[in-house]
Every structure is written in C-alpha cells, then in structure tokens.
C-alpha cells in the first residue's frame, strides 16, 4: 500500500511516524530527538531500560503529555495531539497497564463505561450483541459478558480491556506491559490476541520487559535508551546479545555475563 508521505515521495504507508520528539520533565529530558514508525499489521516491540522513555513516549501519542517539540504523522498526516480526545481521533487507542476496569461491573458495562450506546435510555442488548461481536473477532475466552470483571483471570481482563480499546475503531493501539502481571497460559492467550490485531491490519506498539514476549509476537524491535532511539531491529534477525548490548549500552553487562556462565556451565 502506497501513499504520498512528507517529502512527497510513495512509500509504504505508516501508520505512525514521530519524528525528533523530545520531551523534558525539569531538568529530566525523558526522550530526546525520538523517531519511530510503526506500520499496519505489524507489532513493534519498545524496549530499553526502566526510565528509558516508553510510557513518555506513550503518554505523548496517548494525549496524556504533551511533546516540547517533534512531529507526529498518522497515516501520512501531521497530528497535534494535545488530549486523550485528540489520540483518539487520530485513531489510537491505549491499553495502561493497569487497565482501568471497574472490578464490580460486569463485561459489558465495562466496555461500554462511559460510552453507552444510548445514554437517555441504556440499550442493553445493543451493548451485549457488539460485545459478543469483539469478542468474538478476538477469539477471547470469556464466559459470559455478563460476570463481573471480579470473576475474572488477569489474562480475560487484558481481553476486555484490549476489547474496550476497539470500539473507537484505532488504526494504532498502544499497550504497556500487557503479559506482565500474567502466567503463563494466560500469557499466551494475550500474545495470541496481539497476533489477531495485527491479522486485522491494526498497527501495535507493545512495551515489555520480557525478552520471550519480543521474541513471541514482535516483528520489529525498537530500542530506547537514556531517552534516545538506540536501534531498530528486525525481530527475526537481532541477537539476543546485540539486543541486550542495545538495551544496555554495554556487551559486557549482567546478562551477557550470566549467558557466557551458563554456555561456560555446559561446556564444562
Ligand atoms: N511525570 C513525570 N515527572 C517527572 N519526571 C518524569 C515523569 N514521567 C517520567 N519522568 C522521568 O522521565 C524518564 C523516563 O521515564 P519513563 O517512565 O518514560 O521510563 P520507562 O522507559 O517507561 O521506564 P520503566 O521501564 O521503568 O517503566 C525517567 O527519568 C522518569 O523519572
Ligand atoms: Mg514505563
């Protein structure tokens, strides 16, 4: 798919671009002259460090902050984003890590909260047929729409949450640490649900700390470090040294330490 991008030449459409964003906190610069792009029916992993930058970097295309400088470009189009309204209506979605659900409400109250389909007089069966309808797209194993989030298990809550992030139809949904409070099983069950948005031509930024994670379901590795870009990789082919040095700024760190032990261990 082609379209006419910035300097006017056809090139694959990206989703995102952000070019040179920085943002400081004080005396903090928290991202530092950032590019990125993501494009639809691809998942981009971002890793670095803790305080690297990812959930600034997030925030600032989630509307939640507000760059100092840079440009964002969705779908080839210059987008000032200043307010959750804006990120929205710029098509990108936000799934926190926390997920904001009401534990005391059930499924579908939870997807609609806030944006019932007729708030004078609530349509329930409306709210449950297009609940039923996500998540069914997404293949989610919920019981019923109607149990209260309580009865749920962490991997059904990031389902719903990710469902809820759907119904503003994003070309862009961002997700912090969505495998990190997980098991296994349920671990897999997210990675599959990531694998479905980017079958359905959805554009995912995933932040994690987890290297199985990256491996799992990315096609694309981005590094942030110190609040700069530190690389990008494509998934199938980076190391997980070259990764780890990436991350880290050093080959020489505790994990490539650790992983020269172990080659040492079994060798020995
Ligand atoms: N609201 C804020 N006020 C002041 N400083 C902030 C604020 N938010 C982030 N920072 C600083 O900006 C830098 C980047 O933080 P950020 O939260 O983006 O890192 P991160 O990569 O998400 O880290 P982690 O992996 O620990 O979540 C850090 O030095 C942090 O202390
Ligand atoms: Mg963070």
Redesign the pocket.
């Known amino acids: 798919m082609t379209s006419p991008t910035i300097d006017g030449k056809a090139e694959t459409a990206n989703v995102l671009r952000m070019r040179g964003v920085s943002k400081t906190?004080?005396a903090?610069a928290?991202l530092k002259n950032v590019d990125l792009d993501v494009n639809r029916g691809e998942v981009l992993a971002l890793v670095?460090?803790?305080?690297?930058?990812?959930?600034?970097?997030i925030k600032i295309l989630s509307g939640v902050f507000s760059s100092d400088s840079g440009t964002i470009y969705i779908d080839g189009k210059e987008r000032a984003i200043t307010s959750p309204a804006d990120a929205r209506s710029a098509g990108i979605a936000t799934v926190y890590q926390d997920l904001a659900l009401c534990d005391n409400l059930t499924v579908v109250n939870n997807l609609f909260l806030g944006q019932e389909i007729s708030p004078a007089n609530l349509d329930e069966t409306a709210m449950e047929v297009k609940s039923w309808e996500l998540l069914k797209q997404l293949s989610a194993k919920i019981p019923s729409v109607q149990v209260a989030i309580a009865s749920l298990s962490g991997g059904q809550r990031q389902t719903v949450a990710i469902a809820r992030s759907l119904l503003g139809e994003p070309s862009l949904i961002l997700l912090d640490e969505p495998t990190a409070a997980l098991g296994v099983a349920q671990t897999a069950e997210v990675l599959n649900l990531i694998e479905r948005l980017r079958d359905n031509g959805l554009a995912v930024i995933m932040i994690t700390?987890n290297m199985v994670d990256v491996r799992a379901v990315s096609d694309r590795i981005a590094v942030?470090r110190l609040?700069q870009n530190n690389g990008v990789f494509l998934t199938k082919d980076v190391s997980n040294s070259d990764l780890v040095a990436s991350i880290t700024g050093a080959t020489d760190n505790e994990v490539t330490r650790r992983e020269s032990r172990v080659h040492q261990d079994q060798e020995g």
């Open positions: 906190f004080g903090v928290a670095g460090d803790n305080g690297a930058g990812k959930s600034t970097l700390h942030l609040g």
